[in-house]
């Protein structure tokens, strides 16, 4: 039969190592975004896609000349 010692730290080891673990579970549940999520500003699908808003439009005076 093992010590009184042993048995708290195996205890306290395994209780640290499951909050550890519940820890990264609690982190990971919305650190992927939901398929809806991912593929909103696609728009619906067999629909054409929402029109690019400005900000990610080059500048008119930004042609590429070289």
């Known amino acids: 039969m093992a010590s009184f010692s042993k048995v708290t ?25 939901t398929y809806k999520e991912l593929f909103a500003a696609l728009g619906e699908p067999g629909q054409a896609a929402p029109a690019a808003s400005a900000a990610s439009k080059p500048a008119a005076g930004a042609s590429a000349k070289a």
């Open 9 to 33: 730290e195996s205890k306290r080891s395994r209780r640290h190592r499951n909050a550890g673990h519940a820890r990264k579970v609690k982190l990971s549940r919305k650190s992927t975004p």
